[in-house]
């Protein structure tokens, strides 16, 4: 496995983590709502480079799409 793989792996893991702890919900259910999110899509679409940010960041994404239907990303 690459780098960019594992690191992928690994922030995956962490953030269905945070959505089954701060949801309250099982990992399973997480997996589904993370699996089947936009965020997800950009996440493993190696030329965005979201798979460089750290999972808190993703998951902020995550929240974001979950409470208004899409990405919302600040501009600087």
């Known amino acids: 496995m690459c780098k960019k793989?594992?690191?992928l792996e690994y922030s995956i893991q962490d953030i269905i983590d945070m959505i089954s702890t701060d949801l309250s919900i099982e990992y399973d259910e997480a997996m589904n709502k993370f699996y089947n999110s936009e965020v997800f899509e950009k996440l493993i679409d190696k030329d965005t480079g979201?798979?460089?940010e750290s999972p808190e960041y993703v998951y902020d994404l995550f929240?974001?799409?979950m409470n208004f239907g899409h990405?919302?990303?600040a501009e600087i």
């Open 5 to 7: 793989d594992q690191l």
């Open 63 to 65: 929240k974001d799409e």
């Open 50 to 52: 979201l798979y460089l």
């Open 71 to 73: 990405i919302i990303q």
